[in-house]
């Protein structure tokens, strides 16, 4: 991985380090976890300081089991070429409505992307997409990966049936 790589990785794996610990909340991340505040925010802080400070994988471990969604372990995926399948298999209890229908995934999807083009469309209004313009991309994008996977473990257990 060059330079630039390991950068831009290393801000991926902080922004979802970031959105796990928000996913779970800070109090129960702190108390999952045994590190303080300050400590969690250092593990996604982006500042030349705390570049090189990541969570440990137990940490990792203890909040992405309470959370809606393992960011890092998905990050880490993507990062590698990896893909993950997630959902009623987890050890953990199923979330939403994972047990629904393909259709009701496929509804789901449909509704997920129009939010995604709609945002984008908001985003280039004004020929420029800011930061924040681009993190709420990334936040829908997210959603409709969620609902993909779910789509996706929708039709490999009904293959099996």
């Known amino acids: 991985m060059s330079g630039t790589d390991n950068i831009t990785a290393r801000g991926y794996l902080k922004r979802h380090t970031e959105r796990l610990i928000k996913d779970v909340g800070y109090a129960a991340a702190c108390e999952l976890t045994g590190r303080s505040k300050a400590t969690l925010g250092r593990y996604f802080s982006e500042s030349d300081e705390h570049a090189d400070r990541f969570m440990p994988v137990d940490a990792v471990a203890a909040l992405e089991a309470a959370s809606s969604f393992p960011h890092v372990t998905a990050a880490l995926a993507e990062l590698n070429g990896g893909q993950m399948s997630y959902g009623s298999d987890r050890r ?14 496929v509804i789901a999807l449909s509704q997920k992307f129009a939010v995604l083009m709609a945002e984008y469309q908001r985003s280039i209004e004004d020929g420029v997409i800011s930061v924040n313009e681009t993190r709420r991309l ?3 994008t997210l959603e409709l990966q969620k609902v993909l996977v779910e789509m996706k473990l929708r039709l490999e257990a009904d293959s099996r049936a």
């Open 92 to 105: 953990n209890e199923v979330r939403g409505d994972n047990m629904g229908s393909v259709n009701n995934n």
């Open 138 to 140: 990334l936040e829908e």
